[in-house]
């Protein structure tokens, strides 16, 4: 698996990668998984996250993953970015974001823009 945890001047962030995924959604669900588990022994509201969407695509069953995924672990998160998303998929993003309701994230160019943020003081820009 992908995901992992890293430190980013001195704050620890949790970066949830489901990039390169394409069109495979039994794999993304794999790393869905892992991030459950990765997260579910964490404080409630105490995660900060960056979501890296590069290389993956939306179909029926990459979507109800990512739900049920924003399900288990939104609990967890303090503060959200999302890298890897672009134009059209940009606006699918903000889509799944009303429709899974309490979902709040800023998005990003680049990992290190994402990963400033997070340790920052600036609330969500969304």
Request: glycine share 6%; hydrophobic share 45%; proline share 2%.
């Amino acid at each position: 698996m992908k995901s992992r945890w890293v430190n980013h001047k001195g704050v620890r962030v949790f970066i949830a990668d489901f990039s390169g995924y394409a069109n495979d959604a039994v794999a993304l669900r794999a790393e869905c998984n892992y991030v459950t588990h990765m997260l579910r022994d964490e404080p409630l509201h105490s995660v900060v996250s960056v979501s890296n969407m590069d290389g993956t695509f939306a179909n029926e069953d990459i979507i109800r993953a990512l739900m049920e995924l924003v399900g288990h672990t939104n609990q967890f998160i303090q503060k959200r970015a999302v890298i890897g998303v672009s134009g059209f998929r940009r606006h699918f993003l903000d889509v799944f974001a009303k429709v899974v309701g309490d979902l709040k994230f800023s998005v990003f160019d680049t990992l290190e823009q994402a990963l400033d943020w997070l340790v920052g003081d600036e609330p969500h820009a969304k």
